[in-house]
C-alpha cells in the first residue's frame, strides 16, 4: 500500500468511496415497458457547460510527496476514465481534513458523497431512458382528484416510453409510483421524523435511493430527469418546481418543460402562475420570456404533449466555448433557418444561426454523430427565449430525418 505510514485514516474511507463514482454501476433488469431510446441521451445537465478537465493542475495537499502518492494510485485503479479529476477529488479530501471543518462537518460531507455515488449506480443502466419527475403534495387521499390525475398521467408517460421518478412518499409521490408501475419507477426518498417508508408501490424496488439530505436528493431529481411535473402540493413543492425553473432560468442546468398540472377543474396553478403574473412579472423580478420556461394546464393529454413534442425535433444541447450545439433528429429547411435567424437574432451574440456536422469538440460524445446540428454563439442568457427558439425548432419541418 502506497500510503503506509499516512494518518489520515478518515479520509481513505472518503477515497474509496469516491474511487467507486469511476467504476461501472451496478447491473439491473431493464423496464419491462419503457425501453431505451434508439440514440443515446445525453446526461450532462448542465449541458457542457461544465469545464474539461485538465491534468494541468489538479491542485495539492502542500506536500509533494503525498500528492505524488495520489497521482499514482488515481493512475492504478482500473476502470478510471479521468485519474487527473479522480486525483483531485482525492486531494480536496485530504484537504478537508485538514482544514478548519469540525468532525460533524467532515461526516456531512462524506455522507453527501455517499448518497449521490449511489444515486448514480442506480440510475447508470437506465441512462439512455427518458425520465419524468413528478412532484406533489405527500398528504393527497388516494380518493382526491388530484391523486387520480397523477396516477393517470404517469400512466401516460410510461406509454410514451418515459420512466417516472418520485420522492417515494405517500399522496401524489405513491398516485406516480402506481400509476408508472414498479419496473418503470424510481423513488428517492428522503429520511424524515414522520415519514420515512417508502410508499407500497415502490418499497423494497432496488431503483428506490435513500437520502439523508434534501440537497443530494434535488439534485438527483434535476440531473436524472428529462422533464418535470408539479401537481398541487406544500412547502416541498413549491421549493422542487422552483429549484428546477431556477436552475434553468440561470443557464445551471439544461432547458427541460415544467408543467404544473391540476386535476380537471383545479385552480391551483392557475393561481400560482396569477401570482407569478401579478406580482414576479409586474415588477419586473422576472422577464416576459421567463413564462416559456412553464406550462400550467388542468388537461392529462396536454401535459403529456407538452413533454413529448419537446423532444420532437430537439434531442439534447451542449456549449463548445461561445458556441452552443444543439442537437436535432434531422436536418431543418433552409426557410426556417432564414426564419431562426430572423426571429432569434437577439439571443445570438455574433454571426449567424447555422446548420452543419458535429464540432471537434464533441467527438466525446460519438454515439451522438448522428444528430443534425444547429450552432451558434450564444450570449448565455434570457434562457426563455432559448426555450422559445427550441419551441420553433420543434415546429420545423426536417429535410431527413435520422
Not at 447491473?27 to 419503457?34: A, E
Not at 420512466?163 to 429520511?191: C, K, Q, V
Request: charged share 25%; net charge negative.
Amino acid at each position: 500500500m502506497i500510503f503506509r505510514g499516512c494518518p489520515e485514516l478518515a479520509v481513505w474511507e472518503t477515497v474509496l468511496r469516491i474511487a467507486i463514482l469511476t467504476t461501472w454501476a451496478i447491473l439491473g433488469g431493464m423496464s419491462q415497458q419503457v425501453k431505451p431510446t434508439k440514440v443515446p441521451q445525453e446526461r450532462d445537465f448542465t449541458g457542457g457547460m461544465i469545464p474539461a478537465m485538465s491534468c494541468a493542475y489538479v491542485g495539492s495537499t502542500g506536500e509533494k510527496r503525498l500528492d505524488d502518492q495520489i497521482m499514482a494510485l488515481a493512475n492504478e485503479i482500473s476502470g478510471v476514465g479521468e485519474p487527473c479529476l479522480l486525483a483531485e477529488m482525492i486531494i480536496s479530501a485530504v484537504r478537508i481534513s485538514r482544514g478548519a471543518v469540525t468532525n460533524g462537518e467532515f461526516k456531512l460531507i462524506n455522507r453527501a458523497l455517499k448518497e449521490m455515488r449511489e444515486a448514480q449506480e442506480v440510475f447508470h443502466p437506465y441512462r439512455d431512458c427518458r425520465k419524468v419527475a413528478v412532484f406533489g403534495s405527500a398528504r393527497t387521499k388516494p380518493e382526491d382528484a388530484e391523486y387520480q390525475a397523477a396516477v393517470a398521467f404517469a400512466h401516460r408517460m410510461r406509454e410514451e416510453g418515459f420512466m417516472t421518478i418520485t420522492g417515494a412518499g405517500p399522496g401524489i409521490m405513491a398516485a406516480g409510483n402506481e400509476g408508472a408501475g414498479r419496473e418503470d419507477s424510481f423513488g428517492l426518498n428522503i429520511t424524515l421524523p414522520f415519514e420515512s417508508s417508502a410508499n407500497e408501490f415502490i418499497a423494497g424496488d432496488p431503483k428506490l435511493v435513500n437520502f439523508n439530505y434534501f440537497f443530494t436528493r434535488k439534485l438527483s431529481f434535476v440531473k436524472e430527469a428529462d422533464a418535470a411535473v408539479g401537481f398541487p402540493g406544500g412547502f416541498g413543492t413549491m421549493d422542487e418546481m422552483f429549484e428546477a425553473l431556477t436552475l434553468i432560468q440561470t443557464g445551471k442546468a439544461s432547458i427541460y418543460p415544467v408543467v404544473c398540472v391540476d386535476a380537471k377543474g383545479g385552480k391551483y396553478w392557475k393561481f400560482w402562475a396569477q401570482f407569478v403574473r401579478e406580482h414576479l412579472a409586474r415588477l419586473g423580478l422576472i422577464s416576459e420570456s421567463d413564462f416559456a420556461l412553464f406550462k400550467v394546464t388542468d388537461d392529462i393529454e396536454e401535459a403529456v404533449a407538452e413533454i413529448t413534442g419537446f423532444y420532437k425535433v430537439f434531442h439534447s444541447y451542449r456549449y463548445v466555448g461561445d458556441k452552443i450545439v444543439v442537437r436535432t433528429s434531422g436536418k431543418v429547411t433552409e426557410e426556417r433557418m432564414a426564419e431562426l435567424n430572423e426571429n432569434f437574432s437577439d439571443i445570438v451574440k455574433s454571426g449567424k444561426i447555422v446548420q452543419r456536422g458535429p464540432l471537434e469538440e464533441e467527438s466525446d460524445e460519438p454515439e451522438l454523430r448522428s444528430l443534425g446540428r444547429i450552432v451558434f454563439r450564444h450570449r448565455r442568457r434570457d434562457f426563455g427565449r432559448l426555450r422559445q427558439f427550441i419551441d420553433a425548432v420543434n415546429d420545423s419541418n426536417l429535410v431527413d430525418k435520422r
